[in-house]
């Protein structure tokens, strides 16, 4: 195998669910006044407890059960019953219709009672939102009373897939029954409802480091009995032996590894359990990489990956269907002795497990702060808008400092900077959930939200297990990726904070 570069990039990816309307309120209670000829919407709370997170934007109207547009209505939003998956941005709590009775709305996954108001406090009607917590999650208007509500579109919070509408592009319901109500499936495949999964690490080696916080959401996987594992969080179906393996413990037969185009031949025409079949793209392969394993070479040879359910994995380069675009003939790949991901030629031998379910095309969408942070809108993380020893609003002042592994954890953990205290050195997850493997030049991330940002070697907060002295780093070009010696290299660091 001809490898050129190795590298670890993972995605997690989180979505959260929540709703805007376009709104202005001061208030949430039945009863709130509105000007003449409007009308209130209150969305009826109970809080969540869950640390998972979901949001989903969604579009519609609401009208009266006559037909007339509720224009200008005062629209506040709150949960009805409590959900296993919570926010991890703040949903909408007030917001107003526009002149057509048009909205918005951003609300993670639970139930939400909405009921609409006259100023004089007298309800015009109601209707649930039910925002269910499955592979597919749907958006439900039930129970409706007295209104017509449409919705017209849905889409989860930095992903590109639409909802889906029933069988048309919109619906509405009016009356008391609340009967043949559509729903609205938000498509999860591909990490689109996900934010940063767990690295897996667990031991500690610094305070401050992967072990010690361990953020993030753990992996979870279901063995379908049929020859496929379910990922639990991101609905997609995967192969559970390589290519050229089978049995329950995927001890018959030999593990094969074919070029480019042999291998996405195989995937295309694999009839496993009735599925449709294809090759993973990289952040899907990288989701599988549990970093509390790792492998010395001709001593120590064990796959980062959960053998339970992937048993008889090669820890060796597992191909993706992603190519390397300034990279002739190059394709991502992700090398299962260390967990790392490279870049091999399509023409190279590589291992194949295939994956059934929707492709997601990550969109990374920002916000820039103001106060020299910024908010990835798709994981809610608030990272370091510049480096350390850079400054002004293109960070053109200053000089970057480098630091060692126990310096740059130290620095992230003493960090004060946009009001917030809680920042962190990012483990390996997070720290590739920024990363943007279509770009055509390197380095791959958006240089106008991070600007002046080399296409050198980062720290990560995860440590390499099987040589402890080494951390886990992350480049952002096609160079090799591997660990780093935590207590004499000095590299680039970028901290990151909860919301």
């Not at 994995?313 to 790949?333: A, H, I, L």
Request: aromatic share 8%.
């Amino acid at each position: 195998m001809n490898t050129l570069s190795k590298k670890l990039v993972f995605y997690y990816g989180l979505l959260f669910i929540s709703v805007l309307v376009v709104f202005n309120c001061k208030g949430d209670k039945k009863g709130l006044l509105s000007p003449d000829n409007t009308a209130a919407i209150v969305l009826l709370n109970q809080s969540s407890s869950s640390t998972e997170t979901a949001t989903v934007e969604i579009t519609g109207t609401a009208k009266d059960s006559d037909g007339n547009t509720l224009s200008s209505a005062t629209v506040s939003a709150s949960e009805s019953s409590s959900s296993s998956i919570q926010s991890r941005t703040s949903i909408t709590k007030s917001t107003t219709t526009d002149s057509s009775g048009n909205f918005t709305l951003y609300l993670k996954v639970t139930k939400f009672k909405i009921s609409i108001y006259k100023s004089d406090g007298t309800e015009v009607g109601s209707f649930y939102l039910d925002i269910q917590n499955t592979t597919e999650k749907h958006i439900t208007p039930s129970n409706v009373s007295g209104l017509q509500i449409s919705l017209t579109s849905g889409k989860p919070v930095g992903g590109d897939t639409d909802l889906l509408l029933g069988s048309s592009s919109s619906a509405s319901t009016s009356g008391s029954s609340g009967s043949n109500t559509p729903s609205i499936a938000i498509n999860c495949s591909g990490g689109s409802c996900l934010g940063v999964i767990k690295t897996g690490q667990t031991t500690s080696y610094m305070s401050g480091d992967d072990g010690s916080y361990q953020k993030n959401i753990s992996k979870s996987y279901t063995d379908n009995g049929d020859g496929t594992i379910k990922d639990n969080y991101t609905g997609l179906i995967w192969q559970k032996c390589s290519k050229g393996q089978s049995g329950n413990d995927c001890a018959t037969g030999t593990a094969e590894a074919p070029d480019y185009a042999t291998a996405d031949a195989y995937c295309s025409s694999l009839t496993l359990a009735g599925k449709t079949w294809r090759l993973p793209t990289q952040n899907e392969l990288l989701m599988l990489v549990d970093s509390s394993k790792s492998s010395i070479p001709f001593v120590i040879t064990v796959p980062t990956i959960n053998e339970t359910f992937f048993p008889a994995t090669s820890p060796s380069g597992y191909r993706s269907s992603d190519s390397v675009s300034f990279f002739p003939n190059g394709g991502w790949q992700v090398y299962f002795r260390t967990g790392y991901e490279f870049v091999a030629l399509k023409t190279d031998l590589l291992y194949v497990r295939c994956i059934s379910g929707s492709q997601h095309s990550i969109q990374h969408t920002y916000t820039d702060n103001g106060n020299g942070t910024v908010t990835d809108l798709t994981t809610a993380l608030v990272w370091q808008k510049c480096l350390n020893g850079l400054s002004g609003n293109s960070c053109e002042t200053g000089t970057i400092t480098t630091l060692n592994w126990n310096d740059a954890i130290s620095y992230c953990n003493n960090l004060s900077l946009g009001g917030k205290t809680n920042w962190r050195l990012p483990n390996l997850n997070e720290l590739l959930s920024i990363k943007e493997h279509s770009k055509a030049s390197a380095p791959l991330l958006n240089t106008t939200v991070f600007p002046a940002s080399p296409s050198g070697y980062f720290w990560s907060s995860t440590t390499d297990p099987a040589t402890t002295t080494l951390a886990k780093i992350v480049s952002w070009d096609a160079d090799t990726t591997s660990g780093r010696v935590k207590a004499t290299e000095s590299r680039y660091m970028r901290c990151v904070a909860d919301p």
